[in-house]
């Protein structure tokens, strides 16, 4: 009986130490963004990273909302220069038209 006991005990100590042990291990990092906001008002200017301007993180939408354009994109803080942002914006494994770049943005906006 005292056996099982100390057994019982022993692997609760062994289970609390390794909760412990991976916690200790666990990244806590903090994904880091870069935001574009898209200044032109046409689609035929989306997939061209010189008609955004990067911006700070913006709290609300600097755009008058609507559906038809990307206002605010929220990419990878690596993607930090009007080049980088062109190149992503003609991947087109990850954006196969223009309004899946319009539908990742976290702002939208009307078309003029």
């Not at 062994?14 to 935001?35: C, E, P, R, V």
């Not at 803080?77 to 009007?82: A, D, L, P, Q, R």
Request: some cysteine.
């Amino acid at each position: 009986m005292n056996l099982k006991k100390l057994s019982l005990g022993l692997v609760a100590l062994m289970g609390f130490g390794l909760l412990i042990t991976l916690n200790a291990f666990t990244s806590a990092s903090k994904k880091s963004y870069t935001y574009w906001q898209y200044e032109s008002g046409s689609l035929n200017d989306i997939r061209n990273g010189a008609s955004y301007t990067q911006i700070s993180e913006p709290n609300e939408s600097p755009c008058a909302n609507g559906l038809d354009l990307p206002c605010v994109l929220r990419v990878d803080e690596s993607i930090n220069t009007k080049d980088e942002l062109d190149t992503y914006l003609h991947n087109t494994s990850m954006f196969p038209s223009s309004a899946d770049i319009t539908n990742a943005a976290i702002y939208k906006k009307e078309a003029e």
